[in-house]
């Protein structure tokens, strides 16, 4: 893996801002990836304030820790390697009973789609894999050996794959057999031979269906949020970086539900208020963001 790999983090100066540290506060960086996040977090934190760094990717975890070390840091910081589904007990093990704050930059970092042997991206020919974490027991291998409906409704759920059952058919006819040893390249020609003019949104798609599949990203994401919340001090912020329309609803939801209710225009104290949005809008990457 290119270690020295320029890496600009996504909306760092709109996170952080909004994060709005405080100096002595607890800040939890459920996906650290190259610890772009956190080093600006710990640059606004005095030295009783707390850092938690968590990815499942050991890594990632790794390179972060070594790259956050080299600045100069006053404040305590703690590195786990765990999912962020677990975050309750990752508190319960940590003593952390309440936090001033969170970032989740959700999906994969940009090592994720450069190294090879993470058998990710449709742009290398390399084994098919796709897990963050070796700890995760299914691969993208085993995608190929589900039932046709399944395959199916993978495609068209995480992927919005029209002709999803035509491409499950054929994955299974002409991929099956080579398992367990599908490569990355595989599924692309398998996916050209199905459709007509097939461009790179098309297999990034199929990719991220699949690799959404192996991750069980979203139930990661739902069942973080639920359990995030009761850690949550009064006042404490939340920052969470989606990528697609499926993690966005997901928030969003989330957020509806936990949400202060205003009828007829007053606040409704019969329900407990939880949640307020910060911003009306979702804050939206530049052009020349995404470009860069
Ligand atoms: C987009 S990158 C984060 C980049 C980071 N903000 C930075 O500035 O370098 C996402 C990271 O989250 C990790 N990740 C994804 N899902 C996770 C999960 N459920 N639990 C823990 N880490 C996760 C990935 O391994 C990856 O390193």
Avoid at 2 to 28: A, F, R
Avoid at 133 to 139: G, L, P, Q, R
Avoid at 163 to 174: E, H, R, S, W, Y
């Amino acid at each position: 893996m290119n270690k020295e790999k320029k890496h600009v983090p996504v909306l760092l100066k709109e996170s952080i801002e909004l994060l709005s540290i405080k100096k002595d506060g607890v800040y939890v960086d459920l996906t650290t990836g190259l610890g772009g996040h956190s080093i600006e977090i710990s640059k606004r934190l005095g030295d009783s304030g707390l850092l938690i760094c968590i990815d499942m990717d050991k890594n990632n975890l790794e390179y972060s820790k070594n790259r956050i070390l080299q600045h100069e840091v006053k404040n305590k910081l703690l590195f786990v390697e765990d999912n962020f589904k677990n975050i309750k007990h990752i508190f319960n093990m940590l003593d952390i009973e309440k936090i001033d704050g969170f970032i989740a930059d959700l999906g994969v970092a940009s090592v994720h789609l450069d190294d090879h042997s993470y058998g990710l991206s449709y742009r290398f020919n390399s084994i098919i894999d796709m897990r963050l974490s070796k700890k995760i027991t299914k691969t993208a291998q085993d995608f190929f050996l589900l039932e046709r409906e399944e395959i199916e409704t993978i495609l068209k759920d995480y992927g919005e794959i029209k002709g999803a059952k035509k491409l499950a058919d054929m994955f299974i006819v002409k991929l099956r057999h080579k398992y367990p040893n599908i490569t990355t390249f595989d599924v692309v020609n398998v996916v050209k031979e199905t459709f007509k003019n097939v461009n790179n949104r098309v297999l990034s798609m199929v990719f991220q269906a699949i690799r959404i599949w192996v991750n069980e990203e979203l139930e990661n994401l739902r069942m973080m949020l639920y359990d995030i919340l009761p850690f949550m001090k009064v006042n404490s912020r939340g920052v969470i970086l989606s990528y697609h329309s499926l993690e966005d609803r997901i928030v969003k939801e989330f957020i509806k539900e936990h949400e202060i209710k205003i009828i007829n225009g007053y606040k409704d104290y019969n329900f407990q208020p939880i949640l307020q949005r910060i911003n009306k809008k979702p804050i939206i990457a530049s052009r020349e963001e995404v470009q860069n």
